[in-house]
């Protein structure tokens, strides 16, 4: 099992539509998730960082976590264009030998149509 | 301000040549990370310092040397790269290498071995 998973997409929604991205882990032990944007060419940008259960919204943005089950989620409401982009889930996993390690998923590919 | 800076922004290299790749950061944080991402993957986590002192080596090939003569600085040293080592270097750095903190990403530098 991966440690990190995610829809590799691509994921269509049209220009003013909520796009909802999902995310899995399997380390029960994670303590912080984050969620990072990356345009092709480009390197990743911090869109969200989630560490308790619940909702947690920035903008269009709101990110929501459930340690139960294992689950963070993206959505993005008023979807634009200019989101277009792969969208990595990443999860910092704490290493047995001490340390930490932000592990991420494949990424999901918004395309945001017009 | 959030930025990490890297240098070069591109790199085209022989396989008998030495390269560094530097990274640059201006914020206080006392860990910094390079990552390698092929194509339409996530990014690889190789090298982790905290408070200058090299903490993860993620069984990177000794063909990259890692450096951080200081707390703002961090270099990635080059020698007898194989083609298939072509990928976007990114650095990153945290407040900390705890559980919790934000990483921010460089823009990275494009690294072509021929």
């Known amino acids: 099992q991966k440690e990190v998973e995610q829809n590799s997409g691509p994921l269509s929604v049209p220009e003013g539509a909520i796009a909802s991205l999902n995310c899995t882990y399997s380390?029960?032990?994670?303590?912080?998730f984050f969620w990072y944007r990356q345009y092709s060419g480009k390197s990743p940008e911090l869109i969200m960082s989630i560490y308790s259960n619940g909702d947690k919204e920035d903008g269009r943005f709101t990110a929501q976590l459930n340690k139960a089950s294992q689950y963070v989620s993206l959505l993005i409401r008023d979807s634009q264009p200019s989101d277009s982009a792969t969208y990595l889930c990443a999860v910092n996993l704490i290493l047995t030998g001490g340390g930490n390690k932000l592990t991420f998923g494949t990424g999901t590919q918004l395309k945001v149509e017009l | 301000d959030t930025e990490v800076t890297q240098t070069p922004k591109h790199l085209v290299m022989g396989m008998t040549n030495k390269k560094s790749l530097k990274c640059e950061q201006h914020?206080?944080?006392?860990?910094m990370y390079w990552y390698k991402q092929k194509a339409k993957k996530p990014p690889e986590l190789m090298f982790v310092y905290s408070y200058e002192k090299l903490s993860i080596n993620e069984s990177v090939p000794s063909r990259f040397s890692p450096e951080c003569p200081n707390s703002s600085l961090l270099n990635l040293h080059l020698h007898a790269l194989q083609p298939e080592d072509s990928a976007l270097y990114l650095c990153a750095s945290s407040q900390e290498a705890s559980g919790t903190d934000t990483q921010y990403f460089g823009p990275g530098t494009r690294l072509t071995v021929l």
């Open positions: 914020m206080g944080h006392r860990a």
């Open positions: 380390d029960r032990g994670s303590q912080s």
